[in-house]
């Protein structure tokens, strides 16, 4: 069983950066395709980024896409999400997610496997 522990919120001005990391714990974490997620106050929890396991493939969202940049690195069981030119819209609390056999990676229903989440706060 993987758990999962994200770290890097915080605030930060419009157009400036974060780097979220999150920590698994479990040795099958390669076999899981990992994903962040976000929920604003009042929103639905959504779809961010995710990264397939064996195959390395990585998916964005439209709103994220050119600015956030998804990496893992296998063999320390971590999963890291670079956000550049941050926009007050990207505030939100962000969630580390893993799962296995996923063939829908921007479903959350689809991921097992939760963080406790943190806070990202981008000032206008």
């Known amino acids: 069983q993987v758990q999962l522990v994200e770290s890097g919120g915080g605030l930060v001005q419009a157009g400036g950066s974060l780097r979220l990391s999150c920590a698994a714990s479990?040795?099958?974490?390669?076999?899981?395709?990992m994903a962040w997620f976000r929920q604003a106050p009042g929103k639905e929890r959504e779809f961010v980024s995710a990264?397939?396991?064996?195959?390395?493939?990585?998916y964005y969202a439209d709103s994220v896409k050119g600015r956030f940049t998804i990496s893992r690195d296998n063999a320390k069981n971590t999963m890291s999400l670079q956000m550049n030119s941050l926009k007050p819209e990207d505030t939100a609390v962000y969630y580390c997610?893993?799962?296995?056999?996923?063939?829908?990676?921007?479903?959350?229903?689809?991921?097992?496997?939760w963080g406790q989440g943190t806070q990202v706060t981008v000032s206008s």
């Open positions: 997610a893993a799962g296995m056999g996923i063939v829908l990676v921007t479903a959350s229903r689809n991921y097992a496997l």
């Open positions: 990264s397939t396991g064996s195959s390395y493939r990585t």
């Open positions: 479990g040795r099958t974490f390669s076999a899981y395709t």
